[in-house]
């Protein structure tokens, strides 16, 4: 994994705040753990409201660069997805 430690006018937000690449890296592992903690009560929530999407673009480079950190191949998302489905016909929700 690489860690970002250089500021720049590029790390901005998008309501324009200075952003500490860090800061931002550990909010997310934060979000993502608390994300799948609901997820065992609540599987039918989903990642972001109506209200506030994330583009297209913005949910694939995530998404992307999320299972490259955490060194999942597609093709293995795809056998733990049909996993989950399985799990979920049968009435069990965790995941």
């Not at 997310?28 to 609901?38: E, G, K, N, P, T």
């Not at 506030?52 to 093709?75: G, H, M, N, V, W």
């Amino acid at each position: 994994m690489t860690v970002m430690t250089s500021m720049s006018a590029e790390n901005r937000s998008s309501e324009g705040q200075i952003l500490d690449p860090v800061a931002v890296q550990d909010a997310l592992v934060r979000a993502l753990r608390d994300y799948a903690a609901v997820l065992e009560d609540h599987p039918e929530l989903q990642p972001f409201r109506d209200e506030d999407p994330l583009t297209q673009t913005e949910a694939a480079i995530a998404a992307s660069r999320l299972l490259d950190c955490a060194q999942i191949e597609f093709f293995e998302l795809a056998m733990f997805d049909s996993l989950h489905t399985l799990k979920t016909q049968r009435g069990q929700s965790s995941l």
